[in-house]
């Protein structure tokens, strides 16, 4: 007997779906090519002046949480609910206009459990939505693999994206440099020292739930002789203990997200229903993604050594697993506590959509090239004059 999909049935016809699928395409292929574009343009402001270099690629990765957010309001528009525990109750509110708001700093470490390919894109509208708006800080993990596809690989080169192979030997030298680069310390011209502004995104389980993610999960629980999850796969604790090492002092909070998305039956998994096709084509994207947060001070977790943050950070799981279990079991994670009320929040849960603030902010990704191009037409005119 087929499992109905979680969204309904599909809201759109072989023909709409085509249309869809054509307008999503060149939207984002347009925005690709346009941020690619202006990129390359900046790449000599490195041999100028590097602070400047790195504020203008922010600026070309804010165009891109831009093109996430609005190809998700328009093709694949979802609700987001939210609530955590009390470690971050004030930092979540509802604004006048609807939205939700989030405080969190301008430098964390956000780890969260991987449902399906699409939860970096949510998280990184989490960044959008930041009081600081802090989606031109974003920084994620990623397989060595992706830097190769044509344009968006080269584009997440140029925003700093660490690509890893799976092998630590080779892998720790290219964490620990880039690593460096985000504990920089800067000095401003009143002579006060800063950091930059950063979000390192990590996957601890290394890859996205699936029934053979689950098996390899069980196996290895069993070969070490410790409990397995339920609900989510195991963390590999080695690559996130080496980052909070390395960040240890430039950092103050680690932000644990876990991620469910509504109508995944138990025992299934989200990358059979959420497609790519499904969510932007033929409108079956998720009816709610939930969120629940928390917070942990990295002076309070134990990083002496890898064997006590292992322990560590599989207890945070064995907690996400519970977590996981209250919402399939009543589709719902724990609400929020009482405060939450002030924030705007009903019942101790704030839920908001994926928009940006302005219907016009996506003309942003093309403004560097409309700039360049109305200076050139302005400079043909005026050589037009002078010849």
């Not at 680690?254 to 497609?275: H, M, N, Q, S």
Request: proline share 4%; charged share 20%.
């Amino acid at each position: 007997m087929a499992v109905s999909h979680p969204s309904g049935k599909e809201k759109h016809g072989r023909l709409v779906q085509v249309l869809r699928g054509l307008s999503f395409c060149a939207y984002f292929l347009l925005c690709a090519v346009t941020i690619h574009t202006t990129q390359i343009l900046g790449a000599p402001i490195y041999w100028v002046n590097r602070d400047l270099y790195y504020a203008y690629m922010s600026m070309t990765k804010r165009s891109f949480g831009l093109v996430l957010t609005t190809m998700t309001q328009w093709w694949g528009p979802t609700t987001i609910r939210i609530s955590g525990d009390a470690s971050v109750a004030d930092q979540i509110r509802k604004t006048e206009d609807g939205r939700v708001e989030f405080s969190f700093p301008d430098r964390m470490v956000m780890i969260a459990n991987h449902q399906i390919y699409t939860d970096w894109l949510y998280l990184w509208w989490v960044g959008y939505a930041n009081s600081s708006q802090m989606h031109g800080h974003i920084y994620i993990i990623l397989k060595e693999s992706l830097k190769f596809i044509p344009i968006i690989g080269a584009g997440m080169m140029f925003y700093g994206f660490i690509f890893m192979s799976r092998k630590m030997a080779t892998d720790q030298p290219r964490l620990a440099h880039r690593l460096r680069k985000l504990r920089t310390k800067h000095t401003a011209p009143n002579g006060k020292t800063y950091l930059d502004p950063m979000w390192l995104l990590l996957f601890p389980e290394g890859t996205n739930a699936s029934n053979n993610g689950r098996n390899k999960s069980a196996a290895w629980a069993k070969k070490s002789g410790i409990k397995d999850c339920e609900h989510l796969l195991l963390p590999r604790s080695t690559g996130t203990f080496f980052c909070l090492t390395e960040l240890r002092g430039t950092v103050e909070y680690i932000y644990d997200c876990t991620v469910a998305y509504e109508g995944i039956p138990r025992g299934k998994y989200g990358e059979t229903l959420f497609t790519l096709a499904g969510t932007y084509f033929s409108g079956q994207p998720p009816k709610s993604v939930n969120f629940y947060w928390r917070r942990f001070r990295i002076d309070d977790i134990p990083l002496q050594t890898a064997e006590a943050f292992d322990l560590w950070i599989r207890e945070r799981w064995y907690e996400k697993d519970v977590l996981m279990e209250q919402y399939i079991s009543t589709g719902r994670f724990p609400a929020s506590p009482a405060s939450a009320a002030k924030n705007g929040g009903q019942e101790g849960f704030l839920e908001t959509e994926v928009k940006t603030r302005y219907p016009w902010e996506f003309l942003q990704i093309f403004s560097v090239i409309g700039i360049l191009g109305l200076l050139m037409r302005l400079f043909g005119r005026v050589a037009a004059i002078v010849q």
